[in-house]
């Protein structure tokens, strides 16, 4: 089981400082895109970098905050929180230890109770008191486990976690066949009914699947490896499609924390949307959940038998207008009903593997940089015109860029766009994101 950890308490506790630091939550790539929403934040973090441990990860899930009064204006936020804590097997119940214990902590901790999950307590803001101290009073809310925090400043986080991880066995991580090591993974990603066991029938029904009924295989197993056309595969199952002989069936519900999984485990990922459906918060949820983990991009509009020209073309402009920022990836439009359009997918992603992948010579890259830098000067900040001297990968998908120079830090967002862009167009890259990390210093 994988820790999944549920951030829960009454608003500015400090919950969303815990999950920052929690998931040090990298150059924000969400704001480079506004009108993501989102209710729960999930996030992905690591501990054990260092020093050749065995690195443990986690995931963390921040909520809006509980008043202790479910009904009337809270509600929808309440909602919200609750499927949090259903989808997490640890809750971090969150109180001030500042403001010391209030009635509405008393009112969460009796829900808490009743959610079944394993809960700990922890008062954070202890940085001006007396750590002990500021646990005592707390401890009549009949949590056995305590931790006193100051996630502003870090004190007891990694220790706390350290305990917290402790709980949960290493496990050994499913891997893919040998013979599959190179093939592409691709993940299926949409919200329920948009098709996606529909798609990964179609997909399985037509190409050599390899591996699926092996036996060893487990019940759970989610990856599938196949061969199209010579080339390999392997489809990352979120929808839980199983096949008992000729039946084909779909088990399992929708869930976030096994998107995200998929999603990590991925080159690249397919976004499922529904022609037939307007574009949703959900579906914007889980675009900011794929640009997030900076993966490899292919949209697939789905359900597009059956509409009329009309249909279609309004379709096609509320992509326009409510996703601009997804103008990188390629979009497809399929019926997996009928498997129209289907195997079209397959050079986009390739396309988009392959510009994922790209390993740019330092010369190159710096001779871009010096380009961009030509065609469209650095402003001046502060009487001296900041530099940027030269540029090397730092890594693939997603494809990111560093760039040393002065005063990086007051480079204006937009010419960081104009940069992503201007290394898109160079290399021709086609549906991975690009990433631009600043380095400051000779
Ligand atoms: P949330 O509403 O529970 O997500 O709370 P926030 O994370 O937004 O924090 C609320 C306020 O508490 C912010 O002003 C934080 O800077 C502050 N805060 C968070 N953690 C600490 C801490 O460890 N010590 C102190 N003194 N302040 C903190
Ligand atoms: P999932 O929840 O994302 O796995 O979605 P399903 O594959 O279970 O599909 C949900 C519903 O949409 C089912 O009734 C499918 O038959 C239908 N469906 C899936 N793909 C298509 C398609 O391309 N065209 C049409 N018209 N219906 C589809």
Excluded: C
Excluded at 399 to 405: A, C, D, E, R, W
Excluded at 413 to 439: A, C, D, H, P, W
Aim: charged letters at 25%; hydrophobic letters at 40%.
């Amino acid at each position: 089981m994988k820790p999944v950890f549920a951030l829960v308490g009454r608003p500015n506790v400090g919950k969303s400082t815990l999950f920052n630091r929690l998931t040090k939550s990298r150059d924000a790539l969400v704001a480079d895109f506004p009108g993501l929403t989102r209710d729960r934040k999930y996030g992905q973090g690591v501990l054990g970098t260092d020093n050749n441990e065995i690195e443990r990860d986690y995931l963390v899930i921040d909520t809006g905050g509980l008043s202790g009064d479910d009904a009337g204006i809270d509600e929808y936020m309440a909602n919200q929180t609750w499927l949090a804590v259903d989808e997490a097997n640890t809750v971090l119940f969150m109180v001030d230890g500042r403001e010391g214990l209030t009635p509405a902590d008393h009112l969460v901790a009796d829900r808490l109770r009743k959610a079944g999950k394993t809960v700990y307590l922890v008062v954070n803001k202890t940085d001006a008191v007396d750590p002990e101290q500021a646990k005592a009073e707390f401890y009549q809310l009949g949590f056995k486990d305590v931790f006193a925090i100051a996630a502003a400043h870090g004190r007891g986080v990694t220790s706390m976690i350290e305990k917290l991880l402790e709980k949960f066995p290493v496990e050994e991580e499913e891997t893919i066949p040998e013979e599959h090591a190179d093939s592409i993974r691709i993940a299926f990603v949409g919200r329920p009914n948009v098709g996606k066991s529909t798609l990964i029938n179609r997909i399985m029904g037509e190409e050599r699947v390899v591996a699926f009924d092996k036996p060893g295989t487990t019940r759970d197993s989610i990856y599938v490896p196949y061969e199209r056309d010579g080339k390999k595969y392997t489809l990352i199952d979120t929808a839980g499609v199983r096949r008992r002989g000729k039946v084909k069936e779909a088990i399992e519900t929708f869930s976030i924390i096994k998107t995200l999984e998929a999603i990590k485990q991925a080159h690249v990922v397919i976004m499922l949307l529904d022609a037939h459906e307007t574009i949703t918060d959900q579906d914007a949820h889980l675009l900011g959940l794929i640009l997030d983990a900076g993966r490899s991009l292919v949209v697939a509009i789905n359900k597009w038998d059956g509409l009329d020209e009309y249909a279609k073309d309004q379709i096609k402009v509320k992509l326009e207008v409510k996703l601009p920022f997804l103008d990188f990836a390629d979009k497809h439009f399929i019926s997996a009903l009928h498997g129209t359009g289907v195997g079209h997918l397959y050079k986009s992603v390739h396309e988009a593997y392959d510009s994922a992948m790209l390993d740019v010579p330092t010369a190159r890259m710096t001779r871009i940089l010096q380009t961009a830098t030509e065609a469209h000067q650095l402003p001046i900040v502060a009487t001296r015109r900041i530099k940027l001297r030269y540029a090397h990968q730092g890594g693939s998908n997603p494809f990111t860029v560093i760039i040393h120079g002065n005063q990086t830090n007051r480079v204006p967002g937009s010419y960081k766009r104009y940069l992503m862009n201007y290394f898109r167009e160079t290399l021709k890259l086609k549906g991975t994101q690009v990433k631009i990390e600043f380095k400051t210093g000779e």
